[in-house]
Every structure is written in structure tokens, then in C-alpha cells.
């Protein structure tokens, strides 16, 4: 198969995952880097035997076909549209933009240009979160009705050195984390229909507590304890509490409610772990596992081993322009998890229903057999 020449721009902490992953399938190989500091680009350069570009040479270099954005979330959205119209396609870490507006902008110049435009979260084909779709599908808890989700903590400035970021506009538990829980729901679920909302937050200030600004006092200028409740075009409904004013709690990350059982999803922030169902009985047990390749562990985590696959929506979209096919994690999907995130943020602010002014289809299901098409 054809391999497309892929460039990523941002060498932070994410771009290792994309590196060392990226051997693993074979539709794409990484062939350069890039970033504002050339000392960045050289390092992650150096540490994984790519090339280092500057932006402006990447986005002309014919050995390039698409280029991964990786840079902080409120330039996704300039940086993507550097990529398209330089005729590269576009691949970029969540959330792909932060308003309808640029993403809709996004959609005609990629439309114009003939490119595909993709964006994380991949992390819903992972082989737990699709093994829980394929159950669903087959009718094992019926129609489902309704569902819970919580992602909560309380926050980074506990052991990040520079977390100013997440308390600002463009981030906060919903823009940060939201989209693997809202990109999973809407895969499972299909398509939201409109959304409400509580948003508020514990404090105006926070208190960094790692090193080395130990002590600095950072403002909060964005919700950080949100719950919402998500109305779906099929007429489910869910509710899902997202916080960063949680110090622990007991609630499980994600369960669905139908009408012959329940199912309890593993959290859609990675690709594996066990999924239970239970029927009319009441009786919890974990779904007999398959043999998909996005469900074994290949990495250690402070709680032990975990399956992480984050580039595999990189690699289905590469696949997909081969194939001529559609990909998974398409600029639809991903624009219309940004009208649920954005109309939560509105709805808090104004105390009104939301309703969407986008949809989307659900993406292809991503079986056993087909995830092993997408590795070397």
C-alpha cells in the first residue's frame, strides 16, 4: 500500500505519542517535524530519526501529504487553515477549532481545495468502545434511553508547571476533556439534538502547586464545574458532569440506560478496559472480550497496563484518501462535538436550551478485522 508522507507541527508532549505510535501502521510514516522553537523540533527530531522542518518548508515540501496539528488549542484553527492552503491535508488534535464559525470555514476551504480535514479524539476506536457499539447495535440493552457520564477531578495545577491554559476561555473540563466523552456518545449514540446546562466555578483564582511556580496565583476565567444534559436526535437523553471542583467521588465514567438492560463503558479518554452489561436480571458482568487489536495493552500507566493507539484515526484517515473511503474521525464529526461543547458553554451562560445547527452521520464501526487492515 501507498504510504503518504506525514509532517507534524508542535513538538510538545503529545507529538511523542504520534511518533512512536505511528510505526505501528501502514498507510502512513512520519518524515519531519516542526515547531516555533527549532530547538523543540530538533530534540523530538533527534530523539525519533525524522527530519526537522521549519513550518514554512513543510507546508512546501512535496515529500509531505498531510500534516498533523498539534499546536495549542487556539491556534488549531489559523494553523489548520495554513495546512489546506498550502494543499496538505489536515490533521489536528482536539478539539479541531474553537467556534462554528472557523470550523465552517475549514469545511469550504477544504471543499474547494479537494482535502480531507480529520481531528482527534481517536480514542473512540478503541476496542472497548467498539465492542460496546457492536453490542448496542446487535439490540443487547434495547433501545437506549438515557445514560450518565462524569469526568471529574479537581484540575492540573496540582502537578502541571504551566497550567494557566486550562483555566481559560478555550479549555476548562468541557473543551479539554469533553470531547472523547461527547466524541463517544455521538458514535454510540448518533447525533445531538440540543443541549442545557448548569456552569459555574469554585473559585475566581487557583493556586499552582507544582514546581517550579509553586505558590503563583493563576485567574479562572472559564466554568470549570459544568453539568449538562444532552437531548439526542434518537431520543436518548444524557446527563454528563464535568468538573474541575471535584476532589473524589464514585461515579463510574460512562453508563447507558436501555430499555432491556444497562451498559457500564470504560473511560473514553483510552482505548481499552472492560465493558459490563447487565439484562433485566440485575446481574453486572463484563461482555465476553474479541480479539480487537485496539484493546491490547501495549503501554504501563501509573494504574497499570493500558492500550493506547492514539494515531489510529491518523492512520484510517491516510488509509481513507488511498482507498478513496471516508475516515472516521471526520471534520463532521468532530465540528459537530464542538456545537454540543460550545452550545454547553452558552447554555451556561444564558440558562437556556441550545439547540445544534449542525449534524452529523455516526462513523463507519471499526471491527477486529478492520483495525488489523489499518497496522503494518
Not at 507541527?9 to 505511528?22: P, Q, V
Not at 470550523?103 to 472497548?128: C, I, M, Q, W, Y
Not at 517550579?212 to 485567574?219: F, N, T
Amino acid at each position: 500500500m501507498k504510504k503518504l508522507g506525514v509532517g507534524i507541527i508542535g513538538c510538545g508532549n503529545i507529538s511523542t505519542s504520534y511518533l512512536r505510535l505511528a510505526p505501528l501502521f501502514k498507510a502512513l510514516e512520519i518524515r519531519a517535524v516542526a515547531d516555533m522553537s527549532m530547538e523543540a523540533a530538533k530534540v523530538r527530531a533527534k530523539e525519533f530519526g525524522v527530519e526537522t522542518m521549519t513550518v514554512q518548508d513543510m507546508l512546501a515540501s512535496d515529500k509531505i501529504d498531510v500534516v498533523v496539528n498539534l499546536t495549542i488549542p487556539d491556534a488549531h484553527f489559523a494553523v489548520t487553515k495554513s495546512i489546506l492552503e498550502a494543499g496538505k491535508h489536515a490533521y489536528s488534535e482536539k478539539p479541531l477549532v474553537l467556534t462554528l464559525e472557523e470550523g465552517e470555514e475549514l469545511r469550504a476551504l477544504a471543499g474547494v481545495k479537494n482535502l480531507r480535514v480529520g481531528s482527534a479524539p481517536d480514542t473512540f476506536l478503541g476496542g472497548a468502545h467498539q465492542l460496546a457499539r457492536a453490542r448496542i447495535d446487535e439490540g443487547l440493552i434495547g433501545k437506549v434511553i438515557a445514560g450518565t457520564c462524569h469526568v471529574m477531578s479537581h484540575g492540573m495545577e496540582h502537578w502541571h508547571p504551566n497550567p494557566d491554559f486550562f483555566f481559560l476561555p478555550g479549555a476548562g473540563p468541557i473543551l479539554d476533556i469533553g470531547p472523547y466523552y461527547i466524541t463517544n456518545l455521538i458514535q454510540l449514540l448518533g447525533p445531538v439534538k440540543r443541549v442545557a446546562s448548569l456552569a459555574t466555578s469554585a473559585t475566581t483564582t487557583r493556586t499552582i502547586l507544582s514546581e517550579p511556580r509553586k505558590g503563583e496565583q493563576i485567574p479562572v476565567k472559564t466554568p470549570t464545574n459544568i453539568h449538562a444534559l444532552l437531548d439526542f436526535a434518537d431520543g436518548a437523553t444524557i446527563t454528563l458532569s464535568a468538573s474541575w471542583d471535584v476532589w473524589v467521588h464514585r461515579h463510574a465514567s460512562m453508563e447507558l440506560y436501555g430499555t432491556e438492560g444497562s451498559m457500564f463503558v470504560p473511560d473514553p479518554n483510552f482505548f481499552g478496559g472492560t465493558v459490563e452489561s447487565a439484562g433485566r436480571d440485575g446481574l453486572i458482568k463484563p461482555l465476553e472480550a474479541w480479539s480487537h487489536p485496539f484493546g491490547i495493552a501495549n503501554q504501563e500507566h501509573a494504574n497499570g497496563p493500558l492500550a493506547n493507539y492514539r494515531t489510529a484515526g491518523l492512520a484510517d484517515m491516510a488509509q481513507a484518501i488511498v482507498e478513496g473511503r471516508e475516515h472516521r474521525c471526520s471534520l463532521d464529526l468532530a465540528l459537530h462535538a464542538v456545537d454540543v461543547m460550545t452550545a454547553i458553554l452558552k447554555s451556561g451562560d444564558t440558562g437556556s436550551f441550545v439547540d445544534m445547527t449542525t449534524s452529523c452521520e455516526r462513523p463507519a464501526a471499526l471491527g477486529p478485522e478492520e483495525a488489523r487492515q489499518l497496522m503494518g
